[in-house]
């Protein structure tokens, strides 16, 4: 009986590390001994394979969350927010991320250090620039250092090169100083008059994979950005916030036509470029509800699955 137990035990621990089928699980007892030392095997196989789908990582994309807030508010929410971004591309196997709080990766020249760091003498070291990204995460605020050329490979990275741009909450705070950003981006931050309350957000595109999961209308517990500088022509809303629910008479409510979007896509020549308003708080990451979008905004922005992202036009729910 113990040993009919501890068989199915090994067999129930095998299967569940989709290893099966590399053991026959009716096994007698004498063969408990070899079972054992396939457990130590697997029990490291565990530690690579924890949660993943099995698909080996020369199949995965690579997704680099690009958090640099060195000139600006930092929220609380960021750490939190690229770690949910990785974790979901990891269990899921979809994605490998690069987590780097700095801007050095956002160039396309090879990556080098200078002789006499004591890093590698010259020589690349490991160092992955765009080209080997095929999309990025973006939770950056206000101006971020980067060279003219730093600033047309990353419109490139996009542009020219098919790949895709995420960006969250803060993104539309970045770069004030560059049309060409805000282009791409497709809106502007401007100002948040609510600031942090339950704000009804109603969807546009329930089609569209980030909306998918999403009901007809939710409220979010959120920094409610008003966005401007945005075209209905150029961008795809997939969700705006319920103008009836919000407070219009506050100071800062420049759009007196209540048109609020809560998220879009669009297309940035070869590119695919995802924008929310939401993920001020680092709570708000763990609402499946938000993480839900943003996961399947860079599933879509790596090209896993396609969806119309055809600008709205005059067209308002
Ligand atoms: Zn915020």
Known sequence: MQNTLTTGAVCAMLDHRRLRASFRCKMTSHRLLIASAAIGAAIMVQTRLEGLPGIAAGARKHVLAWADVRNGYQHDSISHAVATIERLGR??????????????????????????????????????????????????????????EQRADLLSFVKEDGKGFVAAHSAATAFFSWPEFGEMLG?????????????????????????????????FHDELYQIKDFSRDK???????????????????????????????????????????????????????????????????????????????????
């Open 91 to 148: 269990q899921s196997g979809a994605y490998d991320t690069f987590i780097r709080t700095d801007s050095q990766l956002i160039t396309k020249r090879p990556i080098t250090f200078p002789p006499e760091t004591g890093i590698a003498r010259g020589e690349s070291f490991n160092a992955r620039n765009l080209d080997y990204f095929d999309a990025i995460f973006f939770f950056g605020v206000r101006e971020i250092d980067l060279s003219s």
């Open 187 to 219: 809106g502007r931050f401007d100002e948040h008059p609510w600031n942090v309350i339950d704000g009804t957000v109603v969807v546009d595109d329930p089609a569209f994979p980030a909306m998918r999961h999403l009901p007809r209308s939710k409220v």
């Open 235 to 317: 961008i795809r809303v997939l969700a705006h916030l319920d103008a009836s629910r919000l407070d219009l008479t506050r100071p800062l409510v420049h759009r007196k036509d209540g048109d609020f979007p809560a998220a879009w896509a669009k297309s940035y020549g070869k590119g695919r470029v995802f924008y929310s308003i939401l993920g001020h708080d680092a709570d708000d990451w763990d609402n499946p509800a938000l993480s839900t979008m943003y996961f399947e905004a860079i599933r879509w922005a790596l090209g896993l699955v396609d969806a119309d992202a055809s600008p709205s036009g005059s067209r308002r729910h």
